[in-house]
């Protein structure tokens, strides 16, 4: 199966969830993950809106920020549409839609943070492997918002952590010469870590 298809099969699979398994499955997430010393130790977190059936934050972020920690959300950059930058996230903000109908902060509202200031980024994705490798929705963004950590020897951050449900591991994903890998994915019910960096407290 090719990359294209398996996206499309991943992603019609997402799509089927309940709404009670949604809501399930990001509780359980949210509860392994909070309790985890990456999470712990990290000040500044990326996170992301749910669309097209990727796994919600909502439950995640709330533990965030009762810990007093600040979230960002990835935004399309205005003067490069290709790479993403990332702005605060505060309850009740107002959010309008990008190019491809995701909310973000409203423009002029705020002040971008690139991800070498964050501590931690939670990345949505359509499938994964044991070592690192993400398959997303085919645009790249992500991809090319780090790229450079793939010319970094030694760094400390951000952290690279993939969302998914369980179901949305494969055996092995091919890496092209522009994925970014992961250090880690986090679904509902395991924790698959590769060896991380260690944020600083």
Known sequence: ??????RQQLRQQRRALSPQRRRLFARQLAEKLSCHTLFHNAQRIAVYLPNDGEMDM???IKRARARGK????PVI??????RLWFAPYENGQKL?????DIPEPANGKWQGRSPVGLDLILMPLV???ERGNRLGMGGGYYDRTLAYLNRRQHWHRPVLLGIAYEFQKVESLKAESWDIPLHGVITESNIYL???PRIKE
Do not use: E
């Open 194 to 196: 590769r060896k991380c």
């Open 1 to 6: 199966m090719d990359r294209k298809q398996l």
């Open 127 to 129: 499938g994964f492997d």
């Open 70 to 73: 600040q979230c960002y959300l």
């Open 77 to 82: 950059s205005q003067m490069s549409h290709n």
């Open 58 to 60: 909502q439950p995640l």
């Open 96 to 100: 309008s839609p990008n190019i491809y």
